[in-house]
């Protein structure tokens, strides 16, 4: 779950970014023409293991060099803006919330990925043309500090009527939704239970509630939220924070001493299912080897080596997900969906509405 997946604290305990071991992070570097090598465009949260990434070079002949472009949001307005001349051959990390504008906006070419047909209808929104592959998912979900709730002798909220109650004044942060995918999802988990019309009353009770607002999720997580490690140290006070459904387990395996329960918690009930892609850019310099990276973003390997990597869950059935994963952030079992063609007619406006409503 990018620029949410505490790939801070994966490196320190030895989880490699790709960037770090291809030595490839500038946002200068073009597509290599070099027929050798293949470039990933992704955002900034990508990592994956050496050992993995080192085992697909071996077998493909391939020099993976990664291009990392901000959040995710950031990076597909980057690629569109490139697409005549790519930076690189493959993006990964656009997910559902945007997956329209880069479609629309013919950032991808069709290749249907060997695999793909381990991969679960429901994510693959693309189905009819292939332009991109579905490689994970996650659940943006509001997240609890469980010291305050039970200090405090107060009942975490489940669900996102609850979040405007009196008795959660002051007590969330959220992310922007016109520069953060967290931020984003949000509102969109919100217009799929409260509709159309429904919403921005919903968002006005927020604001009235006391919802602050910040630019990115780690500002909202690491200094505004009171539950998570750092955001302890840096003195937040929110106990509510829109994250995600995998951020308890993540506080769990990167405790300096491992905690017996998860110090956070996950409010069932205001979840947002996110799906990620990746696609073969168009104009791609090396576009046989940008299938071979796609292929291997959907074999076994990969994907399950992606939840303790990127704190995501893989879309290949049969993919094995670590125990630590699966007990402290489970798959929300009924999260809010919205087609994509829903998505892509009402986001500009909603999020236009909402920063007119909730900003100013």
């Not at 047909?117 to 997240?143: M, S």
């Not at 109650?165 to 953060?180: D, F």
Request: net charge positive; hydrophobic share 35%.
């Amino acid at each position: 779950m990018h620029h949410k997946t505490f790939v801070a604290a994966a490196v320190g305990l030895g989880l490699v970014t790709m960037s770090a071991l291809t030595g490839c992070g500038s946002t200068d570097v073009k597509g290599s023409t070099d027929a050798k090598t293949v470039t990933l465009v992704s955002h900034d949260s990508w990592a994956v293991s050496k050992s993995v990434l080192k085992d697909f070079e071996k077998r493909s002949g391939y020099k993976v060099r990664v291009l990392k472009s901000g959040d995710a949001g950031q990076a597909v307005n980057k690629a569109i803006l490139t697409k005549d001349n790519p930076q690189g051959d493959v993006f990964f990390g656009v997910d559902n919330t945007l997956l329209s504008r880069a479609l629309d906006n013919g950032l991808f070419q069709p290749y249907q990925a060997k695999g793909l047909g381990t991969v679960g209808a429901e994510y693959q929104l693309d189905k009819a043309k292939h332009r991109v592959t579905p490689i994970d998912f996650g659940d943006i979900c509001v997240n609890y500090d469980k010291a305050y709730f039970s200090e405090h002798r107060l009942q975490p909220p489940q669900t996102f009527a609850d979040l405007a109650k009196p008795a959660y004044k002051n007590l969330l942060v959220t992310e922007n939704a016109a520069t953060s995918s967290p931020g984003l999802g949000f509102l969109l988990g919100s217009a799929a239970g409260y509709g159309d019309r429904g919403w921005p009353d919903y968002w006005k009770k927020l604001k009235a509630n006391g919802v602050k607002v910040v630019d990115g999720w780690e500002q909202a997580y690491y200094q505004e939220f009171s539950g998570s490690s750092e955001g302890k140290k840096a003195g937040g006070d929110r106990p509510l924070v829109v994250s995600y459904a995998s951020s308890p387990p993540a506080e769990v395996i990167y405790a300096k001493k491992r905690p017996s329960t998860a110090p956070t918690g996950v409010a069932g009930g205001t979840c947002f299912r996110q799906i990620e892609f990746a696609g073969l850019l168009s104009n791609a310099h090396n576009t046989k080897g940008g299938k071979a990276l796609l292929d291997f973003l959907l074999s076994k390997e990969f994907q399950q080596d992606m939840p303790l990597n990127m704190f995501v869950y893989p879309v290949v059935k049969g993919a094995a997900v670590p125990a630590d994963f699966t007990k402290y952030g489970p798959v929300a079992k009924d999260p809010e969906t919205l087609a994509p063609g829903k998505i892509a007619a009402n986001r500009d406006q909603w999020v236009k509405s909402w920063t007119s409503l909730v900003l100013k």
